[in-house]
């Protein structure tokens, strides 16, 4: 019986490691391919590093082994980024950094879309303010209509509401 | 028509070389070979630049006679302007053709005598394998249709400001040839996605790369332009900005072009770098200063008629259209010269991927599906707060709970989840106007419900046509949010072995390797199973080209409208020398090519003529979503239809 139960326990003991190997293994292979991730393939497909397939790309089998040995030996993500960027330059980013002049790049299209918000807004006030000064002068001079303009009025209105 | 001819003869000429195996001439060698099948030595007369120049004076003399030969005996005041910006645009082409990139230089060596002697190769250099695809065949005429589709629009509108033509006219005169040259950009677009997909083998459809980049751009302001005439047409506004929009579009067709030519940008898809760019940069400067002098000396004439009534009008829904499209297209186009700059500036390249366009365009892609649903049940001048209630309860309600509920189901990616609640947002309220218009005309008629909605679609082939192509891309966008759920694996592949992705699990049957006509195949026989049952066979390969040296994969997808089984055979692993299977599962990718041809046949019904072009509501009185009018200015028992 305590037999047994050794046997039990050893076996537990060993599936426990198994499992964590396992598991420590997909967490490399996830963090390899995160990390992956954000550089590019140096091939010149300008594809990102861990969707470049192109047949018989030597490219990227090398960086994705180097990549996997720097996760191997449990490098910090910047550590790697580093090592990739001294080895390839800065192109080899898969997006630009969030500093210095690759700053600008993420910063220009909120500013097209706050420009163009900005612009678009003022186009809007601009035309509303001029809708209010011409009712104000309609309100100022004569109020009847004649029915030549009533006719005209309505033919208006009947191009701009149709669909 | 005499250009005309002569460039049918010359195009064709150029095909009959490569059927004629004329290893003589430089450009038949450089992209074909004997064992070439018929149908790419179609595809070879665009896969250089040379000829793909040949092909594009060839799409636009098709567009330029067509038009000069519908308006021969019409609109005295405009054509000649038009007439003239054409045959500058087709000049400039036909120069390249003739002067820079001739495809019609043949091999020679200089003789004894000082001559040259001409000389015939035995066989060519072949079609590069990545080309040797049907889509290949197909999608670069689409494309380039698109692009010299928009020549039209932009010769009248630079025509008309020119001639100070009055009116409307020149967008009504040209609506139809911007919808066609839409239409095939959009499928040309989609079908480059689709050739990507089945080719490139790394699972995805749209990589950012600066080529496909170049052909939104131009798709991004004709989208906008299509949707910003209308406030033209009904209201005499926004003048000034449809031109622009317009002659931006053809400088972006021209300026993808040039990115694809010169070597600017790097890119897989782009041509040899050559010196042709700076020929473009100049015709693009060119088309600058015309169009800036022509805008500056006639602006007067581009004065808005009207003004805007209502914040919460079809009016203002269509500047903000126009301002996410006209954003995301000036973010993608700084995305794909910001590796140009940054080395001028600091003279590293840095390069901006798929990561970063992702990040960017994403949030604007949503902000315009959510504009897709609003803005065409908006009312023109004004919306009233029962019409949207009337129009936007139900539509949001329901979007809502379809969205609690598919969170509920463990669908937790934001992104995901809130361009699925959109995309049920917007297919509800086309779903209700359908409806609605159709429930009017069944009463009248008696038809069934399906037959009556074909009816109303007929009457207002524009609107409703309109609304079948929002349909088709909230379908591409249920497909687009599938992609956060990309899986994939990757395993070394024993005979008898298997891999499991998802619900299908793989059995490698075979692999062998055996030569065809043009190609040797290496080639893997899998057998899918799913729940322990047989399902199909795939034969992912990989082919090797002996003429030019270079290989080509053959994924092989099994697809449904859950989910792609993508396996592709990555090669012999070096270590074991077994075959190597990269499988994907991309769950909805199917919705994005069915989108696409929603797209292209709404676009096809809103090009069709009306079926009547007045209709009386006299028996029913039924609310229209964006109708609000007084009762004392409504056309009181007859609302006009098909007006265009």
Known sequence: MTKMRRRKTLLFCIASVCTLALSVSVTAQDRAKQIGGKFMCMCSCNQVLTQCNHVGCTTSTAMLKELDQAVARGDSEDVITQAFVQEFGT????????????????????????????????????????????????????SGISAEELERARRRVARETED | MATCGLIFIATFSLVYLFFSDSYWVSYVVAHSNRDLSTFYKIAALWSGQEGSLLFWS?????????????????????MPYVGVVLAGVQIFFLTLNNFVASPFKVLATPGA????????????????????????????????????????????????????????????????????????????????????????????????DPVENASLLPWLTGTAFLHSVMMQEKRGMMKVWNVWLVFLTFMLCILGTT???????????????????????????????????????????????????????????????????????????????????????????????????????IPLGLILLFLTGVGPLLAWRKTSVDSLKRNFSWPSLFSLAVGAVVFALGLHEFYSLLCLILCVFVATTIVMEFYRGARVVRARSGASFAASAVDLTLRNTRRYGGYIVHMGMVLIFVGLAGAAFNKDVQKD???????????YNLLLQSFDSKPERNYTSERMVVEVMQNNKPLMMLYPERRFFQTNQESGTMVAIYSTLRDDLYVVYAGQSPETQTPVIHA???????????GGAIVVMGTIVTLLPNRRSVLAFAAVQEPSAARPMSPSLAPSATLREGHD
């Open chain 2, 493 to 503: 592949m024993q005979i008898g072995s298997t891999l499991q992705i998802g619900r």
């Open chain 2, 58 to 78: 060839f799409l636009l003399a098709i567009y330029v006679f067509s038009a000069l030969f519908v308006y021969r005996n019409k609109n005295g005041e405009l």
């Open chain 1, 91 to 142: 192109k080899v980013y898969a997006e630009p950094p969030k500093s210095g002049l690759s700053l600008v790049a993420w910063v220009l299209p909120s500013v097209y879309l706050v420009g163009g918000t900005l612009l678009v807004v003022f186009i809007i006030s601009r035309w509303r303010s001029r809708i209010h000064l011409e009712t104000a002068a309609a309100s100022g001079g004569h």
């Open chain 2, 259 to 361: 990115l694809t030519r010169s070597g600017i940008v790097s890119s897989v898809h782009a041509f040899a770098q050559s010196s042709i760019g700076n020929w473009f940069v100049g015709f693009l400067a060119l088309i600058l200063v015309v169009c800036f002098v022509a805008y500056v000396k006639n602006r007067d004439y581009l004065k808005s008629e009207n003004q805007l009534d209502s914040i919460v009008s079809r009016e203002s829904s269509f500047l903000f259209n126009n301002l996410i499209l006209l954003v995301s297209c000036v973010a993608v186009l700084s995305g794909t010269l910001f590796p140009v700059f940054s080395e001028w500036l600091s003279g590293s390249r840095i390069s901006v991927g798929a990561p970063f366009f992702n990040k960017v365009n």
């Open chain 2, 113 to 208: 005598n000082g001559a040259l002697e001409i000389f015939t190769r035995a066989d060519g250099n072949g079609l590069t394998p990545l080309l040797q695809y049907p889509e290949m065949v197909i999608h670069p005429p689409n494309l380039y249709s698109g692009y010299t589709g928009f020549t039209i629009p932009f010769a009248f509108a630079l025509g008309a400001l020119l001639a100070r033509y009055p009116g409307e006219k020149w967008i009504h005169l040209t609506r139809k040839w911007t919808m066609i040259a839409w239409c095939f950009q959009t499928a040309g677009v989609l079908l480059g996605a689709h050739w990507a997909y089945a080719v490139l083998g790394w699972g995805g459809y749209w990589g950012w």
């Open chain 2, 584 to 594: 994907y599962l991309n769950p909805l990718v199917k919705w994005i090519w069915l």
